[in-house]
């Protein structure tokens, strides 16, 4: 068994206005899974970007804008959205709130490749 807290986990910034963290991946012991948080400030973007694995996104608190391959949708809180591997896809905090997102990979070697707008 291996136990990671949330609170253990430093937050990073790779974007202004974007809290992410991995707790869980490859370095802390995941064989086949990553899952990590991020939380986007009112009227952020997580910019459009894809991934070579699926992707599911638990909307956890506030409203937003996912946009994938071209469709936008509107998304508020207790949602969750599977993410095709491949897909392009942004998301927008569209609330007054810090938006709340936990993220699932089924693997371990993941990674965000920036598309452009």
Known sequence: MKIVRFSDVPDVTP????I???????????????VG???????????RHIHKVEEALVFLKGEATV???????????LTVVLMPAGCKHCITNTGKDILHILYFFPAVEVERILVEE
């Open 15 to 18: 974007f202004p206005g974007i």
């Open 20 to 34: 992410s963290k991995q707790v869980m991946n490859r370095e802390k012991g995941a064989a086949a899974v990553t």
């Open 37 to 47: 948080e991020l939380k986007i400030d009112p009227g952020k973007k997580l910019f």
């Open 67 to 77: 946009e994938a391959d071209g469709e936008e949708v509107k998304i508020d809180s």
